[in-house]
């Protein structure tokens, strides 16, 4: 055909590193996979069973159910978010089922951003904030978290990332319509304390700002860290959009089950995009949400429940994996949440600078790139995580996910110790 034939919102997004290194992967015989985010291990058995009484019991689940969500599924998401949110959640005019927390971003920015508004995005970034963005018709606007100075030996620490007050308040302006937040964040694994949301709190009311918050790793929280919702904070409720994924809470990733939570000021615009675009979700899927989540709340707070031991759990997992790198001269960031943590790879990089690639290719690329075929390791380079112009500063971490099981972790140790006296410093 002669005519263009992409729509202008596609320019520049049509790139993916993501696709590329995971068909790298896919293409290497013997390759640990720690660059996606999701478990390798069995979710749990409530909520397999949930699953299958949702296939096989009432036959009305293989149908459509109500547009915004399966009843008994927003109704449980309405109590049992509303206490941590201390809001009289209304199931019907407060909660949006979405496929995955990925429709949840994308019907937000949809129904919110337009033409030339400013969206403020906190890097490093879950990749896709800024395609969403450019698709509604935004600019966004970054502001970088900074790893404040440590003490020599000291190992370094998600929480020693952090935003600069005045740089911070130097990107609301009048144009600004929303401000992107992700706690606990993905890639760094950041669990934002009290006073920085209350900073963000206070600029987004100061500049009349919408957050939109993803939370998809809320349960995820290490060494007491406590996660806290912004739309709690005084004032925030009216102006939040809050975003959960069923798949991280459940381990359940391919479900694809997300949901919103904000007021219906808000609410009434995503439903008019969810109405024309996506319209519902899979039934079965919700069941299988809902009765999980009805377990959760029978068991909230007790040993016995998911949101108390898949945490221990996988902080298991995340010291595993910590010791595994040190043990070879990396430097891993701890993290306070998520799947995730970044480690440092700047030694190697002053020892191997010259790692095949386009000159131009970020060097954390290179290294990725290199390690999947060499060493039989995916990782995810976090230059992917931030905008063009900051990949520089970025260029010398990779992104490993650790929520694996016990014998993936063990293959990792194998392969980082065959490859130990080319990384020791
Ligand atoms: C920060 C963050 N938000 C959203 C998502 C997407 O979640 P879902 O699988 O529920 O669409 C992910 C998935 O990795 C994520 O890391």
């Not at 449980?76 to 990925?102: C, H, R």
């Not at 906190?122 to 970088?144: I, K």
């Not at 095949?356 to 039989?376: H, L, Q, T």
Request: charged share 20%.
């Amino acid at each position: 055909m002669a005519k263009r034939l992409q729509a202008r919102r596609l320019d520049g997004i049509d790139h993916s590193p993501w696709v590329e290194f995971v068909k790298l992967a896919s293409e290497e015989a013997d390759v640990v996979n720690f660059g996606e985010g999701f478990p390798d291990f069995s979710p749990p058995e409530f909520a397999v069973e949930a699953f299958q009484h949702a296939v096989s019991g009432d036959f009305m689940l293989n149908q459509y159910t109500k547009a915004f969500g399966y009843p008994p599924l927003t109704k449980i998401l309405a109590s049992f978010f509303g206490k941590f949110l201390g809001q009289e959640i209304d199931p019907l005019k407060n909660v949006l089922v979405t496929v995955g927390a990925y429709g949840a971003l994308f019907t937000a920015f949809q129904a919110l951003v337009d033409e030339g508004d400013e969206v403020i995005i906190v890097e490093p970034f879950f990749y896709c904030y800024e395609p969403m963005t450019l698709m509604a018709g935004g600019r966004p606007v970054f502001v970088s978290l900074k790893l404040s100075p440590i003490q020599k030996g000291e190992p370094d620490s998600s929480s020693n990332w952090q935003l600069d007050p005045t740089e911070l308040a130097s990107k609301f302006t009048s144009r600004t319509k929303a401000f992107i937040l992700n706690t606990p964040n993905n890639p760094l694994g950041k669990v934002f304390s009290r006073e920085e949301l209350e900073l963000v709190a206070s600029l987004c009311q100061q500049h009349d700002v919408v957050c939109i918050t993803d939370e998809v790793y809320q349960w995820l929280v290490f060494d007491g860290f406590q996660h806290i919702s912004i739309a709690s904070l005084p004032g925030m409720w009216e102006r939040t959009l809050t975003i959960g994924s069923a798949g991280k809470t459940f381990s359940v990733t391919g479900w694809k089950v997300g949901w919103v939570l904000g007021p219906d000021s808000l609410m009434k615009h995503l439903r008019t995009v969810h109405q024309n675009s996506i319209d519902q979700c899979a039934t079965q899927c919700q069941a299988a949400v809902a009765q999980s989540f009805e377990r959760e709340q029978l068991h909230f707070g007790q040993p016995s429940s998911y949101f108390v031991q898949f945490p221990q759990y996988i902080q298991r997992c995340r010291d595993h994996m910590i010791q595994s790198l040190q043990s070879v001269g990396l430097r891993p960031v701890i993290p306070q949440g998520s799947y995730f943590l970044i480690t440092d790879i700047s030694d190697f990089k002053n020892k191997m600078p010259d790692l095949p690639g386009a000159a131009d290719e970020p060097y954390d690329r290179r290294f990725v790139k290199w390690m999947i075929k060499n060493k039989g390791l995916m990782a995810i380079p976090v230059s992917t995580f931030v905008s063009v112009p900051h990949q520089k500063f970025f260029d010398h971490y990779i992104r490993f996910c650790f929520v694996k099981d016990e014998s993936t972790l063990r293959a990792m140790d194998q392969k980082l110790q065959k490859w130990k006296a080319e990384l020791m410093p």
